[in-house]
């Protein structure tokens, strides 16, 4: 402006001196505040309160607005909208050890709670027990509550047909840390191997037999009463064990193996 009032001179000529665009020159803003933009982000942000700047500005341009994402973009973080965001936890890496094949039959169970509910929203507890030598599925008792005192009669009822076990690995679950399964162990000469807090992988094999379980019988019936799910599941037993094939076990059933 002064190159124009001073010397007369074109607005081309005085562009090309200072090394400004005539488009730069003749550009007047649109908006002359934030306040459109402000409001606009303020009625979608307070009906979706979880939405991130993505979300926001694809709702924008449906809203038939074109303002460009670097503006928009700056008044959202004016307006401190940005949620948090959580970043990794960095977990050390793990060499986590090989699960050890029992080289008979009776030398260590496995044994896990799983829960579910039956159809009127009752919950009920499932006690799982495998036989790791053979994936072979011993039992699952199902009830409402199963504490210590029904746990170790459970096991004494399987005993009776399969003999004690000399080794038991379970979980840190109050069920087992508790002074009647101790005890109850002890009477039997029973060595209790505890896995580590947050490591399911050391109790891989009744991990893996929960997963078929959870996939083929509690996921796949809504049943109406205890009963009916303690009559599935045995009748499922019988094909887990004398039927279904197992890669383990080179594609042998349990039973077979």
């Known amino acids: 402006m002064q190159l124009l009032e001073s010397h007369s001179v074109t607005v081309a000529m005085s562009c090309a001196i200072v090394g400004l665009s005539r488009c730069a020159y003749y550009y007047q803003p649109k908006l002359l505040d934030d306040s459109v933009i402000i409001s606009v982000l303020d009625a979608i942000t307070v009906r979706h309160l979880r939405w991130g700047f993505p979300n926001c500005f694809n709702r924008f341009r449906k809203l038939g607005y074109q303002w460009i ?130 490591s399911p992988y050391q109790n891989g094999y009744i991990e893996r037999f929960n997963r078929t379980y959870r996939t083929e019988v509690l996921d796949l019936y809504l049943f109406n009463n205890l009963e009916q799910a303690r009559r599935i599941t045995e009748e499922w037993l019988t094909i887990y064990n004398t039927e279904r094939p197992h890669e383990a076990l080179n594609n042998m059933t349990p039973f077979e193996y």
């Open 69 to 198: 994402h670097k503006c928009v973009y700056r008044v959202y973080c004016e307006l401190m909208l940005n949620l948090k965001v959580k970043g990794k936890q960095r977990i050390p890496p793990r060499t986590p050890e090989k699960l050890s094949v029992p080289n008979k039959s009776g030398e260590c169970w496995s044994m896990d709670f799983m829960r579910d509910s039956s159809r009127n929203q009752r919950r009920f507890r499932t006690f799982n027990v495998i036989d790791d030598f053979n994936r072979e599925a011993l039992g699952i008792d199902i009830a409402v509550s199963l504490p210590a005192g029904r746990v170790t009669r459970y096991l004494g009822n399987l005993a009776e047909y399969d003999g004690y076990p000399l080794t038991i690995r379970v979980v840190n679950g109050p069920e087992f840390t508790g002074k009647t399964f101790i005890d109850w162990a002890k009477s039997h000469g029973i060595t209790i191997d505890y896995i580590k807090p947050g």
